[in-house]
């Protein structure tokens, strides 16, 4: 069996894979960057609602929601910023290999047909975050196997989709920089999140919490 983590595109961003599929398959002589840039910055902003802004609705305390909110805007601007100082002009061979990872490495099919924005977990990771998952039962809650679970499962996203994908980007040294450098604030702010989120929650918003996560772990057969 193999796992992957992996959610359902919201249709902005299934219409802009349609289209960049498209154009650069009809070889289309148009600019290749800016559709890679909108299908980037679309990826993000998709990425930040289903592993964040859907925690709110669970939250029972409304100053708690208040307080996820502020730690939700503060990834989203460094998400932008780390994004803005990447992306730019380009010329189309330079972005095709953008546009592999994106379609090769950053989607799957998964059981019911449907295409997924996701990746393969390694089997390490896949039993960290299953253990964890486990942990959280109407019966019975293990909050720190649980926290390790999003975080592992938190940190391999972030690595997938900034640190591997930059690397199919054109960038010199100071730019190359300062993915880490951006990728550490933005993982501070999740991990803010789940140390703001975790320890107020009762066990039946922990059971929701781990309902909602689970869907976006898939096993295939292959």
């Given amino acids: 069996m193999t796992y992957y ?4 595109p919201s249709d902005k961003l299934k219409a802009l894979i349609i289209e960049a599929e ?4 009809s070889d289309e002589k148009v600019d290749y960057y800016l559709y890679r840039d909108a299908l980037t910055h679309q ?8 592993l964040l802004v859907g925690l709110v609705e669970i939250i029972p305390n409304p100053e708690r929601q208040a307080s996820m909110r502020k730690v939700v805007g503060t990834v989203e601007k460094a998400t932008d910023t780390l994004l803005n100082i990447l992306l730019g002009k380009e010329n189309n061979e330079e972005v095709l290999p953008s546009f592999h990872f994106l379609r090769d490495k950053a989607t799957f099919i998964d059981n019911e047909g449907e295409k997924r ?8 990771d896949a039993q960290t975050i299953k253990k964890g ?6 019966e019975h809650v293990d909050m720190k196997t649980f926290k390790t679970a999003l975080e592992t499962m938190n940190e391999e996203t972030l690595t997938h989709f900034i640190s591997r994908y930059a690397e199919t980007l054109k960038l010199g040294m ?12 933005i993982d501070k702010g999740m991990n803010m999140a789940l140390n703001k989120l975790l320890p107020d929650l ?3 918003s922990l059971n929701r919490l781990a309902n909602y996560y689970r869907p976006f772990i898939v096993k295939k057969s292959e």
């Fill in 202 to 204: 009762p066990d039946a």
């Fill in 117 to 124: 924005i996701g990746f393969k977990l390694s089997d390490a």
């Fill in 174 to 185: 100071i730019k190359r920089k300062s993915v880490p450098v951006a990728k550490a604030a």
């Fill in 43 to 50: 990826t993000a902003r998709d990425l930040i609602d289903n």
């Fill in 133 to 138: 998952f486990a942990a959280i039962t109407p």
């Fill in 5 to 8: 983590f992996g959610f359902i």
């Fill in 22 to 25: 498209q154009v650069v398959a």
